[in-house]
């Protein structure tokens, strides 16, 4: 059974860090793409962050520069710290890859930034 489970959000003041993470399970976590999206109510789910299997990065360009996606392959987990947080970072964010041809996403943790 495929699980991805995300933690780490929480309340943050603008220009503030939070580093989130994501265990999986059930994969061969080091082979797989893995993905950070984000939704906010009434907004379709954006892309925030992409690693491949080799390490290599893409981000969303509301996100370059301010948050960093990482992996370690030895904990079967994913990480995004998220640097300078922006009140529009307010959204739910989802752990996501693909297995098996299907989509496989974490319930997602709530990252709201508010003073």
């Known amino acids: 059974q495929v699980q991805l489970v995300e933690s780490g959000g929480g309340l943050v003041q603008p220009g503030g860090s939070l580093r989130l993470s994501c265990a999986a399970s059930?994969?061969?976590?080091?082979?797989?793409?893995m993905n950070w999206y984000r939704q906010t109510p009434g907004k379709e789910r954006e892309m925030v962050a992409r690693?491949?299997?080799?390490?290599?990065?893409n981000y969303g360009p509301s996100v370059v520069g301010r948050f960093t996606v990482s992996r370690d392959n030895g904990k079967n987990t994913l990480y995004l710290q998220m640097n300078t947080l922006k009140p529009e970072d307010t959204a739910v964010y989802y752990c996501?890859?693909?297995?098996?041809?299907?989509?496989?996403w974490g319930q997602g943790t709530l990252v709201t930034v508010s003073s």
């Open positions: 059930g994969i061969i976590f080091s082979a797989a793409v």
């Open positions: 996501n890859t693909v297995f098996a041809g299907r989509q496989i």
């Open positions: 690693i491949t299997s080799t390490g290599g990065t």
